[in-house]
């Protein structure tokens, strides 16, 4: 499956943005899909991810009450709204594809990854 993310941007402390992750290639819906981000000079941690259904989902400690994972399989996308965003949500942000997973934190379980998207955050 390949990955692609898209949605990324500048917006000012307390914006919002939707992030895409569009997938082509083998069935959309046989892949768990997480998103996780990297900031400047920071390891990439985990965002968020879902389940292949979209039943269910994980967050990360500071995606908690300000973003929302979801999926649309017949679009092969899926979205992560990132609500009240802060200078320290500043980073690239990629989603990633576990096949047959769950809704996982964990990176080693990610078979497939995209280019990321940058998501700036200004004071």
């Known amino acids: 499956v390949q990955l692609q993310a898209s949605g990324g941007g500048l917006v000012q402390t307390g914006g919002s943005l939707r992030l895409s992750c569009a997938a082509s290639?083998?069935?959309?819906?046989?892949?768990?899909i997480g998103w996780f981000r990297q900031a400047p000079g920071k390891e990439r941690e985990f965002v968020a991810a879902i389940s292949r259904s979209g039943r269910s989902t994980s967050y990360g400690d500071s995606a908690k009450g300000r973003f929302t994972i979801s999926r649309d399989n017949a679009k092969n996308t899926v979205y992560l709204q990132v609500n009240s965003l802060k200078p320290e949500d500043t980073a690239v942000y990629y989603c990633?594809?576990?096949?047959?997973?769950?809704?996982?934190?964990?990176?080693?379980?990610?078979?497939?990854w995209g280019p990321g998207t940058l998501v700036t955050v200004s004071s």
């Open positions: 990633a594809a576990d096949y047959f997973g769950g809704p996982s934190p964990a990176e080693k379980n990610y078979d497939y």
């Open positions: 290639g083998r069935s959309f819906s046989d892949y768990a």
